[in-house]
């Protein structure tokens, strides 16, 4: 079965200062992962996805994630942060084959400070 | 539409009431999807509909909980005899769901279920 943690269920930075959002999964098969974003009151948008091609994903907004199998890690970062960048992310995982459902993380809250 | 539509975007019920949630998918895309987000947690996987095929329900956890699509187009969740912990947001999404690729995943809004 697959499954994902989320190291910390909040996360605050400064503006300006650098954001890592911490993501590492289970899978017994080769997974696709993924880092959501959800604003308040809106739908999940998708920031960047990993497909077994290229280790180093970059998604839109600024941020990028990075995949590493011998650690199992698909932390997301952005060397920036910006206000608009407050928000809930969800990493998730899915199968290669089959019913391609996501499992998702818990969530982390970002909030930016002036 | 443009997007995944989900309506209502919120709903109380008084407990014991049934209740019917909307998902209007993106035009074209054959995989919908159901998942519930909890207060504080992340989104639990519900229902699976791939075109004709059967839908994969391992994720529903009632039998209280049923959900229906009619071919590639509409999908109503329903919940019978809610319960206080059906509280939840309800998000559907929908994919293109080629083979062999992994597609992505579009997300509605969301219905806001309250049980009271």
């Known amino acids: 079965a697959q499954s994902v943690t989320q190291l910390g269920s909040h996360v605050s930075v400064s503006e300006g200062a650098l954001v890592l959002l911490r993501c590492n999964y289970s899978?017994?098969?080769?997974?696709?992962l993924f880092w959501y974003v959800q604003y308040p009151n809106q739908g999940l948008q998708l920031l960047l996805k990993?497909?077994?091609?290229?280790?180093l994903v970059k998604g839109i907004n600024g941020f990028e994630a990075e995949f590493k199998k011998s650690e199992t890690s698909f932390h997301l970062t952005k060397p920036s942060a910006h206000m608009s960048d407050a928000a809930e992310y969800f990493c998730a995982v899915s199968e290669l084959q089959g019913a391609q459902k996501l499992v998702f993380g818990q969530g982390t809250r970002l909030t930016i400070n002036p | 539409g443009a997007g995944v539509s989900q309506s209502p975007s919120n709903k109380v019920t008084e407990k014991g009431k049934d209740v019917e949630l909307r998902c209007d998918p993106i035009?074209?895309?054959?995989?919908l999807y159901w998942y519930r987000q909890r207060l504080g947690q992340g989104l639990e996987f519900l229902i699976y509909?791939?075109?004709?095929?059967?839908?994969?329900k391992s994720g529903l956890p009632s039998d209280r909980f049923s959900a229906e699509r009619t071919g590639e187009s509409v999908s109503t969740l329903t919940i019978q005899r809610t319960q206080q912990e059906d509280s939840a947001v309800y998000l559907c999404a929908s994919s293109l769901d080629l083979a062999g690729l992994k597609n992505i995943q579009y997300f509605g809004a969301g219905t806001r279920l309250s049980v009271l």
């Open positions: 509909f791939q075109g004709n095929s059967a839908p994969d």
């Open positions: 899978s017994s098969v080769p997974p696709y």
């Open positions: 035009s074209g895309h054959t995989a």
């Open positions: 990993y497909t077994s091609a290229a280790t």
